[in-house]
């Protein structure tokens, strides 16, 4: 299928590494310019090389996305560069998971800058850009904004903030021609888990294979990150240009909310 989008500019939050890494890949592989950003100097600067490799127009940006002039220069650098901007994906953020009684103020400012207010910030800022092209925005959540589970806050209380964001904000900026929808991981391969194996001096493989066994997967196993990719790609392309607020479960049947 053509996507149709040779030419148009994307925006990627965390596209540094792994999900946003990987769509990154995508949407260059489809002709798309991109701009991304992440913290860590290192993988932005291997993601960028990466990326022009295999013939990508690409702008890499070290960025702290809970830093609002950071995100105006987001912005201001994509539409530099690219001259338009067709698609937003607010992409940064990482797992946090505890019991109530173990989180603190702090705990939960941190987790909501991260996840959604930032994600509030860059949709404001970008709006104008996005509604010039009839542009698309979409938020990378997890199936616990649908279904949360105990021990599963802070992260699964700014998720469904997140999805309320995604489904509001379509209604709002959808006579704009701006369409509005989300992406919910389940357990699917990313830098998180990379890590986490590395840390564990485990095989990520084998940390992979264990996280299917024990979840009850329907499918038998963790996505991969090709995949994620694959579906954000189609959603941000004029080819899904009649979907909008909706969100959609990457999660191999795992979650019982549709």
Same mark, same amino acid.
Do not use: D, Q, Y
């Given at each position: 299928m053509e996507l149709e989008l040779e030419g148009k500019a994307v925006l990627?939050?965390?596209?540094?590494?792994?999900?946003?890494?990987?769509?990154?890949?995508?949407?260059?592989?489809?002709?798309a310019s991109v701009a991304f950003c992440g913290t860590d100097p290192g993988r932005v600067e291997t993601a960028r090389a990466a990326l022009e490799s295999a013939g990508g127009d690409v702008l890499a940006m070290r960025a702290d996305v809970t830093d609002p002039a950071d995100l105006a220069r987001l912005v @201001?650098?994509? +539409?530099?560069?690219f001259g338009r901007l067709d698609g937003l $994906?607010?992409? =940064? !953020?990482?797992?946090?998971?505890?019991?109530?009684?173990?989180?603190g103020d702090a705990d939960w400012d941190e987790d909501l800058s991260l996840k959604l207010y930032a994600a509030a910030r860059l949709c404001r800022l970008a709006m104008d850009a996005l509604a010039r092209q009839g542009g698309s925005i979409l938020n990378v959540l997890a199936i616990a904004a649908k279904a949360p589970g105990?021990?599963?806050?802070?992260?699964?209380?700014?998720? @469904?903030?997140? +999805?309320?964001?995604?489904?509001?904000?379509?209604?709002? $900026?959808?006579? =704009? !021609?701006?369409?509005?929808?989300?992406?919910?991981?389940?357990?699917?391969?990313?830098?998180q888990?990379?890590?986490?194996?590395?840390?564990?001096?485990?095989?990520v493989g084998q940390l992979y294979e264990d996280m299917a066994?024990?979840?009850?997967?329907?499918?038998?196993?963790?996505?991969?990150?090709?995949?994620?990719?694959d579906l954000a790609t189609f959603l941000l392309s004029p080819r899904a240009g009649y979907v909008s607020g909706a969100a959609i479960n990457l999660d191999g049947g795992l979650c019982a909310v549709g």
């Open positions: 990627v939050t965390g596209g540094s590494n792994g999900l946003g890494r990987a769509l990154c890949h995508r949407l260059v592989a489809e002709g @201001a650098g994509t +539409l530099e560069r $994906v607010n992409n =940064a !953020g990482r797992s946090a998971a505890r019991p109530l009684a173990e989180l105990a021990g599963s806050m802070p992260s699964s209380v700014s998720r @469904a903030a997140g +999805l309320a964001l995604t489904k509001a904000l379509s209604k709002e $900026v959808g006579p =704009a !021609g701006v369409r509005v929808n989300a992406v919910l991981i389940g357990l699917v391969e990313s830098g888990w990379e890590r986490r194996a590395a840390a564990a001096g485990v095989p066994r024990g979840s009850g997967i329907p499918l038998g196993r963790v996505g991969r990150a090709e995949e994620f990719a």
